[in-house]
């Protein structure tokens, strides 16, 4: 015969004949004692120690199941908790960079505004000192040179046609 395992207090011991369950005549006595304080009668019991058993292995297959499936579940909760906190940092990073553009992008419109600005006030000057050319050499009798007379013809002034009004001198 085989070693077995008492049912009572799960001692390893040889049994005398196949049928025994406990190592012990004392370890019987205090499972016949616990049934009979349980209303249990030794039918059922031996029926509920079986049943409880196999449902005890199934149980436990039950349980390392779940083990597994939640070491999975916290190793996949890991790497997303990582990707996530990768994900934050670049979100963090490309709203700095956006930061620093929105900045330069204000810096370059203020500067465009004021070349606008400045290149306008340029024109008027250009054009008043123009006027002032024209009406000096009118005035004086002097023609202007064919170079000069293509830039004022390109910007639409004629300055063979006569104004009437004041001299600007």
Known sequence: MTGKNCEECSTSFEPSRKSQRFCSVRCANRRRDRRRRHGESSAKAAE?????????????????????????CQRRLETLQSKLRSQSCEIDRLEAENSELRQSNNVLQAEVIRLKRAQRTNVQD???IAAWLVSLANAKGVALDSATLRILERRGWNPSKRRSGPSPL
């Open 48 to 72: 509920a120690d079986t049943v409880g058993a196999f449902r005890h292995d199934e149980l436990r297959a039950v349980q390392r199941q779940l083990e597994n499936k939640t070491k999975i």
């Open 126 to 128: 250009l054009a008043h």
